[in-house]
């Protein structure tokens, strides 16, 4: 029997008959090859505990140290997996085995915070292997912007397949002339469609660069240079939805991601964001569907209980969705997303010291998380210390310069901040224009121009809002004080009426204590 029939097996998955094999093989001759494949073949079938068992990792077998290495990574024996690699690298290497050997070094590195280590060894690994695309990803996760023009069209452009003839009719002149025309149509066709595969992957590292550069016109412009086929992907097309999360445009992310489902049915990957965007967007029925429809194909993954999570969080159901996030988080203590959003639900839940635990936790494992690190904010703003709330925002938009929450919530700090106000202003008249279809900076705009005795420029932006969108309890109470202000007494109570027709529990006590002084003081009006 040779090693051959256990390659076999594992390229069937039958892992049970590679076992099988592999333990007659070692029983026989128990050379570091033998035990390779039956450590395989244990990996393979999920025994990662055997496979570790069955390997020696004092000898200099490159695949089985290798492999040592990976089972350490998957059982957090982070230490020793990392002191198993450093021996390999030392070895005489092929440039692909040191590149994956530099590669599993950097998730060993992240795993222990040391984040100056990652970014070396994620460097290496995209120098030896261009084509390593996972490294290359991570590096721009990390902000970094590794050079994306060195996958340079080195080989033919692609090799057609000839389809298999079927009858073929007996040849001649017409028939030589027919088919020399077919193949020029053909290679005018493949010349159309635009570039190589090459140039399409450095199409895609170069998009993937951009939305991690927060360039996202370029983003755009960049998919739009693409191949159909390689432009509407789900990979691809997720670039483009996450772009527009990104920048606060939840409708048009909403759409992408609805289009990257039907294409993707299965996929989990980035439903997460989704399920959040639909929470920005207040659909608790598709945030129910999606949860329903991913806990039938992928009820172990992360994403779908953070997708759960939110549809119980928008229902205000805080306990189950604190549930929904710890499961995230449980079997996946890495996913740094679960951790932040189980913050924002203790935040909510006015749990201040375990909210706090969460972003941190968040934090350690990706301190790029600009989330996290809002969420840190937001807790110290809670808490009044209004300083620090400010730093950690702004560091927070230094990561997401374009992202209006973390405008808005500067905004509110300094609100906050004596004499600071006016700076507050100019930062909601930027989240205006990177988004003038969000009322709530209009409004924030306003309360600030009121609170300046500016209320003619108030009512303006008010009135606007009440004429072009729809209005909601806090805008008409706004306009009925500018409106009270300015003496137009009438039309304030008016306003005052309309606020309290939608029995905003926390501010209906105000809204009827505004209207009753207003109606007293101005006894005679009515």
Not at 155 to 171: I, W
Not at 392 to 413: D, K, Q, W
């Amino acid at each position: 029997m040779s090693i051959l029939k256990i390659q076999q097996a594992l390229e069937w998955f039958n892992y049970d008959s590679a076992v099988f094999l592999a333990e007659r093989l070692v029983a026989t001759d128990d050379t570091h090859t033998n035990v390779y494949w039956l450590a395989k073949a244990l990996y393979s079938k999920g025994e990662i505990l055997r496979c570790l068992h069955v390997l020696d990792p004092t000898q200099n077998h490159y695949p089985s140290l290798f492999l040592y290495a990976k089972a350490c990574l998957d059982l957090d024996k982070l230490l020793e997996g990392e002191a198993i690699v450093q021996r390999l690298v030392q070895l005489e290497l092929g440039q692909t085995e040191l590149a994956n050997c530099y590669y599993i070094l950097s998730q060993f590195n992240s795993r222990l915070n040391r984040f100056d280590l990652v970014i070396e060894y994620l460097t290496k690994t995209v120098e030896l292997d261009p084509f390593h695309w996972a490294a290359f990803r991570d590096l721009c996760d990390l902000g970094q912007q590794p050079k994306v023009d060195f996958l340079a069209e080195t080989g033919p452009r692609e090799v057609r397949k000839e389809k298999p003839k079927t009858n073929p009719k007996p040849f001649s002149v017409a028939n030589r002339k027919r088919t020399r025309t077919d193949a020029s149509l053909e290679d005018k066709k493949v010349e159309k469609q635009g570039v190589g595969l090459n140039q399409v992957i450095q199409q895609i590292y170069q998009a993937y660069s951009y939305l991690k550069a927060n360039k996202h016109k370029l983003l755009q412009e960049t998919v739009k240079k693409m191949p159909y086929q390689h432009q509407e992907s789900a990979l691809v097309q997720s670039m483009l939805a996450k772009s527009y999360f990104e920048t606060g445009n939840y409708t048009d992310a909403e759409a992408v991601f609805r289009k990257i489902r039907r294409t993707d049915v299965y996929r989990a990957e980035d439903m997460d964001l989704y399920g959040t965007c639909l929470w920005h967007l207040k659909k608790a029925v598709d945030i129910s569907h999606l949860a329903k429809e991913m806990q039938q194909f992928a009820p172990n993954r992360p994403e779908t209980c953070v997708v759960l999570g939110n549809y119980h969080a928008l229902n205000q159901e805080h306990e189950s969705a604190i549930a929904s996030f710890k499961k995230a988080i449980e079997n996946h203590p890495h996913f740094y997303y679960g951790h932040t959003l189980l913050g924002h639900e203790y935040f909510n839940a006015e749990d201040l010291e375990n909210a706090m635990k969460s972003y941190k936790q968040a934090y350690k494992i990706n301190p790029r998380h600009y989330n996290a690190i809002y969420g840190i904010g937001m807790v110290h703003l809670k808490e009044e210390k209004l300083q620090l709330a400010e730093y950690h925002f702004r560091r927070a938009l230094e990561i997401s310069p374009y992202n209006t929450v973390l405008l808005a919530s500067i905004g509110m700090c300094l609100e906050k901040i004596p004499n600071r106000v006016m700076e507050a202003l100019e930062i909601y008249e930027k989240a205006i224009k990177l988004a003038p279809h969000h009322e709530q900076f209009k409004i924030s705009k306003a309360q600030i121009l009121h609170s300046l005795s500016k209320h003619l420029d108030a009512i303006k932006i008010l009135e606007k809002l009440i004429q072009f969108s729809k209005p909601n309890s806090q805008v008409y109470f706004l306009l009925g004080k500018c409106y009270a202000a300015t003496g137009r007494v009438k039309d304030a109570c008016l306003s005052y009426t309309l606020a309290q027709d939608f029995k905003d529990h926390k501010s209906i006590s105000r809204i009827r204590d505004a209207l009753d002084k207003l109606v007293d003081s101005n006894s005679e009006e009515f």
